[in-house]
């Protein structure tokens, strides 16, 4: 059993930076990559950005590459996400997940363990 807590989101202004956080506990060891994922009100969710915890090789979703990166803090537990010039259509909930194999995968399924979510709002 994993779990994955985020946290960081709030009302932000259009060109603003913000940082996620996802903080994992748990049987920590058992997975080996990690992805963020958001969801839009009335749109399916979709992947933001991937890493694998042993290589820090790193995937993004094309209209966030350049703006937003995703890193680590092992001694931590914690992945981050940061978003740097942040637009109105990057408004949705942002989640954490986890999955068990090592392949950055893009979709949803792929992955084992998921957060709460948290609101980020980019204000116009």
């Known amino acids: 059993q994993v779990q994955l807590v985020e946290s960081g989101g709030k009302l932000v202004q259009a060109g603003d930076s913000l940082r996620l956080s996802c903080a994992a506990s748990?049987?920590?060891?058992?997975?080996?990559?990690v992805g963020w994922f958001r969801q839009a009100p009335g749109k399916e969710r979709e992947f933001v950005a991937g890493?694998?915890?042993?290589?820090?090789?790193?995937s993004y979703k094309a209209s966030v590459k350049g703006r937003f990166t995703i890193s680590r803090d092992n001694a931590k537990n914690t992945v981050y996400l940061q978003m740097n010039s942040l637009k109105p259509e990057d408004t949705a909930v942002y989640y954490c997940?986890?999955?068990?194999?090592?392949?950055?995968?893009?979709?949803?399924?792929?992955?084992?363990?998921w957060g709460q979510g948290t609101q980020v709002t980019v204000s116009s």
């Open positions: 748990g049987r920590t060891v058992s997975t080996l990559t």
């Open positions: 997940a986890a999955r068990k194999s090592g392949g950055i995968l893009t979709g949803g399924s792929a992955y084992d363990y």
């Open positions: 890493m694998h915890l042993f290589s820090a090789s790193t």
